[in-house]
């Protein structure tokens, strides 16, 4: 029997979903299958596992989530570029990986490999030595590397007292370790999701510190691109500031969308946690018909 369906709108209510997580099959701390019994002790009905360009944890979680009573939907944070800007779009994906974003998930992987050498040979030259390796022994795996692990990298070496330093002074945009030019344009990766028969979502539009104006540009790209949602909440935000983005969302006919971003415990946040979304008329992500039958899966668990 299927639990209580999701809203259809937005009305200030606490809500039991979260469509923006990490895995170890990226650069989360836990396991897909942890992270899903996580959620399902936190309340959590309906989810979407995001992990950086790779769907390796899906299959996994979704195992996990039907027997933890939660609706796991495929999905992939996809790393872009938009005006010399590193911009990530999430694909919520009910029929899983398929034609041109299965190759370019396969491409996304390869572009992982080159951008770390390139981040690696520049880390190396302000201080940290042996950084491929370093970021490596971080990462604890052989998956593709992302900053955070050279972010971590640099504070194991001293060279930073924690990970927002590491960002702040070398792995932030516009910083020596922010290497872009290998991620696809953000038109190209919102044709991958559209050709698979998945939601295109731009992943936290308020964190690139953009002027309003160009935030609208951003949002009239994507939206003219085929972009269909926009993360309304990521995490922990001003609430005018998310009041102001409804409003951009409600004139440009975008979806919403929320989520955590969480990847790891111990920190500010855990899955499901984030500011209150306001009552608006933007309507909500999993409101779009493509996610109709996702919708439906959450039961109760055994």
Aim: net charge neutral; with cysteine.
């Amino acid at each position: 029997m299927p639990m209580t369906a999701l809203p259809v709108r937005f009305e200030g209510e606490p809500l039991t979903i979260d469509l923006h997580m990490h895995s170890t099959a990226s650069d989360g701390a836990l396991p897909p299958e942890a992270l899903v019994r996580l959620c399902g002790q936190r309340g959590l009905t309906h989810i979407a596992l995001t992990d950086h360009d790779t769907m390796a944890g899906v299959a996994a979680a979704r195992q996990a989530g039907a027997l933890a009573g939660v609706a796991v939907l495929p999905a992939t944070e996809l790393s872009t570029q938009w005006r010399g800007i590193n911009i990530h779009v999430v694909g919520l994906l009910p029929e899983g990986p398929r034609g041109r974003l299965r190759d370019g998930l396969v491409a996304q992987a390869e572009a992982r490999e080159r951008r770390s050498a390139t981040i690696a040979e520049r880390l190396e030259k302000i201080g940290l030595d042996d950084a491929l390796a370093r970021a490596r022994a971080q990462a604890g795996s052989d998956r593709p590397l992302g900053r955070p692990d050279f972010a971590r990298a640099l504070v194991a070496a001293g060279l930073v007292p924690d990970t927002a330093a590491a960002f702040a002074k070398y792995l932030g945009n516009g910083k020596v370790g922010d290497v872009k030019a290998h991620w696809p344009y953000l038109s190209e990766a919102v044709a991958w999701i559209l050709a698979a028969g998945g939601v295109a979502v731009l992943a936290h539009p308020l964190r690139h510190k953009l002027t309003r104006r160009k935030r609208g540009l951003l949002l009239d790209d994507f939206r003219e691109a085929g972009g269909q949602a926009a993360e309304l909440v990521s995490g922990f935000q001003n609430p005018d500031v998310t009041r102001d983005l409804a409003r951009q969302l409600q004139e440009r006919d975008l979806l919403a969308s929320v989520g955590s971003d969480f990847h790891f415990p111990g920190g500010h946040l855990s899955p499901g946690t984030m500011s209150p979304v306001p009552r608006t008329a933007v309507a909500p992500v999993w409101t779009h018909p493509r996610l109709a039958a996702w919708r439906g899966e959450a039961t109760p668990a055994a």
